[in-house]
T-cell receptor
């Protein structure tokens, strides 16, 4: 079983739609959680960290459910510029190892 | 401006050759990482280093080697023992402080075996 699993998509949604991604992780001792965004043929960039109480940044909301070992990302009022691959990232262990999901591809259509 | 720089952006290697990918950061980060990304897949950890002169194997270290002689630099050598080296290689660095400190990525090196 992979340490971090995501639905690969693609999610094809119209502009203005609300879309949600989930990600599950295997290690209950995981310490930190992030969502990264990766544009085609580019490096990943941090979208937002995920805090235990949940957090929001504009149109983006991240949630963590430790009991069920999943994190989620909600994007409201989708824009064309939101089209990208969204990577779920989990930090585990004493040596700060980051584990990446395979990414969920989002296509926002006009 | 602080950042993390990888070079070259594109690299072509003949079969049987060793090649070295450069990664330099001026963020004063202790931790550095090398990942490999194949099409349609997530990032897989090759090697990581928490401090100068120390590094650990990741999940797919076979056929790769690294060094960490300086805090700023973490070069990756892809050896001839790596049977399928064509991939997108990403270097990252992170402040070793605890909590939700993010990893910063370089722009990547796209390696192709010809």
């Amino acid at each position: 079983r992979k340490e971090v699993e995501q639905d690969p998509g693609p999610f094809n949604v119209p502009e203005g739609a609300t879309v949600a991604f989930n990600c599950t992780y295997s290690n209950s001792a995981s310490q930190s959680f992030f969502w990264y965004r990766q544009d085609c043929r580019k490096e990943p960039k941090l979208l937002m960290s995920v805090y235990s109480s949940g957090n929001e940044d504009g149109r983006f909301t991240a949630q963590l459910n430790r009991a069920s070992q999943y994190i989620s990302l909600l994007i409201r009022d989708s824009k064309l510029s939101d089209s990208a691959t969204y990577l779920c990232v989990v930090k585990m262990g004493d040596f700060n190892k980051f584990y990446f999901g395979s990414g969920t591809k989002l296509n926002v259509k006009p | 401006d602080g950042g993390i720089t990888q070079s070259p952006k594109y690299l072509f290697r003949k079969e049987g050759q060793n090649v070295t990918l450069s990664c330099e950061q001026n963020l004063n980060h202790d931790a550095m990482y090398w990942y490999r990304q194949d099409p349609g897949q997530g990032l897989r950890l090759i090697y990581y280093s928490q401090i100068v002169n120390d590094f650990q194997k990741g999940d797919i270290a076979e056929g790769y080697s690294v060094s960490r002689e300086k805090k700023e630099s973490f070069p990756l050598t892809v050896t001839s023992a790596q049977k399928n080296p064509t991939a997108f290689y990403l270097c990252a660095s992170r402040d070793r402080g605890g909590g939700n400190t993010e990893a910063f990525f370089g722009q990547g090196t796209r390696l192709t075996v010809v």
